[in-house]
């Protein structure tokens, strides 16, 4: 991508290089210059510049200023690329500050570099918690907010809807359209999936491909639009959460076309060498050196060259990138894929220094394993085998979404069932901190709820009730409010459906409730007051869990804080239940009445009350 196409993506930079009249100016040229930008006031006075360009290695930079200082000029085996060492002043004002390029004692051509003033009211200091309630969205899936930017002529993959894996047309503006239904039905977060530019063949929609680190894909918007996103999502009370992707980009990316070092991949001169996807050699003391290796350096696909972190450079960007797109975008937070197939020296230097410049932001973990031991390795303050220092706050909790479908389809019985419910959690000693775990029914890379629940609407209930009053910080994924289904198939394609109503010739419309059928308004009237409710319950966010086993097919337990109970019973049973309230004494005390938080109800806890089957009741305790 050359300067032009930057220009034109970030128009509130502006970055112009001024070519000095001299048989030099046209031999050169700058084509990336990365950050982008950049903030005084941050907590590491450090910045490495990566310029790229023709025969740039050949110029020597140079700036005259007292609060920027070039420490090291570093030039690697391609001559395109120059990385400078800055170190800037603690007194760095907010300004465009000129590199001058010079060819012996002839200056070439200046380049201005911005440095702005830092966000004093950044969203990441609250960052994301319990409190929250996060909706994840596929955005090319979501909602067509703009129909000029479908398709964009530099870009390879063209619009094409009737492609379940294609391009459809989601984007941003269509998320931010969509912001007062968001709120109206209770969602804080927002994740969506990556969206920088993934300039690939096909699959392009997903964003996991990167093709460059510093732009948003134009057929989802611009840089500009995305911070406008997080602007005025946060008018509606909404965070924005970033995705993303450490270890590996897209085969197209600008930098396979002009590799900067020998070893700037892994396995950068061998025929394609994939990972084995065994997360467990890791931790495994029988593992072999080879198998611990192949896990983390090996490519997750031949589309996606797997970066090796071990070059300081690589790492030096990865954590600018992520550092710059919080700072720019406003974020709320970030979500990482693929944790754990990174190099861990690199995730320790990441996670640390993300969170020494953000010390109050959340970022949870993509660690695909249904074992807590294996998934809590990564957790900050977690005390581990090798004495592997993490400063991750938050993982995504697969061993609990296991649970939660396993628990409500097998049938009940000592070890099974809604006992599996229970045993997940009774594993929450493994964990640093268990309550700021992120907890979720589904995702973009697996069956949707109502699939796996086999289209059982009982069950839906029980699983998004239990979602949303257990402990940690739940996700949604878009469209499980009107019960989007992948019948038959697992193809991503169709799991990450488009959005009913987000596109105007939709015959159904979610937003709006038009042509939805009747349970698909039920189960949107059902998430909504939930999440309503949710918002106040101070009891789930900050309140401890307290279950007891279950017994006869009702598993029961509370969330206390202060002085708000919450008491929640699931009976799995296809009849109704006499529940003898006395058994749970201990933790209802001496409390008299409850309140059902979802029909208003109010009833006496001094007799045995009636649990429909196959139900969940939410209670709050007077």
């Known amino acids: 991508m050359n300067y032009k196409t930057i220009l034109s993506f970030n128009k509130w930079i502006f970055i112009p290089l001024m070519f000095v009249g001299n048989a030099y100016a046209t031999d050169y040229k700058i084509d990336h210059l990365e950050p982008l930008s950049w903030w005084n006031n941050m907590q ?41 060492d800055l170190q800037l002043g603690s007194n760095l004002k ?27 009211d950044s969203s990441a200091n609250t960052s994301y918690s319990a409190k929250d309630v996060i909706y994840l969205i596929t955005t090319d899936r979501f909602a067509n907010g703009d129909s000029k930017n479908d398709s964009n002529t530099l870009l390879k993959e063209k619009h094409d809807r009737s492609k379940k894996g294609g391009r459809h047309g989601g984007d941003i503006q269509g998320i931010i359209d969509q912001l007062d239904y968001l709120q109206g039905m209770g969602f804080t977060q927002i994740w969506t999936m990556p969206m920088v530019e993934n300039d690939m063949a096909d699959h392009s929609y997903h964003g996991y491909s990167s093709t460059d680190f510093y732009q948003i894909d134009p057929r989802f918007g611009s840089n500009k639009l995305y911070r406008d996103l997080s602007i005025k999502a946060k008018d509606y009370d909404i965070g924005i959460i970033k995705d993303v992707v450490l270890n590996h980009i897209g085969s197209n990316h600008w930098w396979m076309n002009d590799l900067p070092t020998n070893d700037w991949l892994n396995y950068q001169n061998n025929s394609f060498t994939g990972t084995q996807h065994r997360r467990e050699s890791l931790h495994d003391p029988h593992a072999t050196n080879k198998d611990k290796n192949i896990f983390s350096d090996g490519w997750f696909v031949p589309t996606m060259p797997d970066l090796n972190q071990k070059n300081t450079f690589v790492s030096n960007y990865l954590i600018q990138n992520t550092l710059w797109w919080i700072e720019y975008a406003n974020l709320s937070g970030l979500r990482v894929d693929t944790y754990s197939y990174s190099d861990k020296d690199f995730l320790t230097a990441w996670t640390k220094r993300i969170t020494t410049e953000f010390p109050n ?22 005390k581990t085998h090798d004495n592997y220092q993490s400063y991750l706050p938050s993982l995504m909790d697969f061993p609990l979404q296991e649970a939660i479908i396993a628990g409500l389809i097998n049938k009940e019985n000592w070890n099974t069932g809604l006992n599996q419910l229970y045993q997940a ?38 699983a998004m009730a239990y979602l949303f009053t257990t402990r940690g910080i739940p ?20 799991i990450r459906t488009d959005f009913p109503g987000g596109w105007t010739d939709d015959k159904s419309n979610g937003f709006t409730g038009k042509g939805l059928s009747s349970k698909q308004l039920e189960a949107q009237a059902y998430i909504k007051s939930l999440l309503q409710w949710r918002k106040n319950a101070k ?20 969330r206390t804080y202060q002085d708000e109970t919450i008491m929640v019973v699931m009976n799995k049973n296809e009849q109704s239940t006499s529940l003898n309230t006395k058994q749970y004494a201990e933790l209802i005390q001496q409390k008299q009445t409850a309140k059902d938080v979802i029909t208003g109800k109010e009833f006496s806890l001094a007799k045995p009350i009636s649990i429909s089957g196959k139900s969940v009741s939410i209670w709050h305790l007077n």
């Open 44 to 84: 590491s006075n450090k910045l490495q510049l990566m310029v790229h360009g023709k025969n740039i290695s050949e110029l020597t930079p140079k700036i005259s200023h007292a609060d920027i200082n070039i420490l090291k000029i570093n030039k690697v085996k391609s001559e395109n690329y120059l990385f400078i």
């Open 94 to 120: 907010a300004g465009n500050y000129a590199i001058d390029f010079y060819k012996g004692n002839t200056k070439v051509f200046t380049h201005q570099y911005s440095i702005n003033e830092r966000n004093k």
């Open 361 to 382: 932001i959340n970022i949870v973990g993509e660690e695909w394993a249904t074992n807590p031991a294996i998934v809590s390795y990564w957790q900050r303050g977690k």
């Open 425 to 462: 959690l009774a594993n929450d000693f493994q964990y640093a901190d268990p309550y700021n775990l992120v907890t979720f029914t589904d995702n973009h890379d697996m069956s949707r709820i109502y699939t796996q629940l086999n289209e059982d609407f009982s069950l839906y209930k029980m």
């Open 475 to 494: 996700q949604v994924f878009y469209g499980t409010e009107v019960l989007l289904a992948n019948p038959d198939t697992t193809d991503h394609g169709i």
């Open 539 to 558: 009891a789930i966010h900050h309140g401890k869990l307290i279950h007891f086993a279950p017994k006869d097919g009702v598993y029961v337990y509370f």
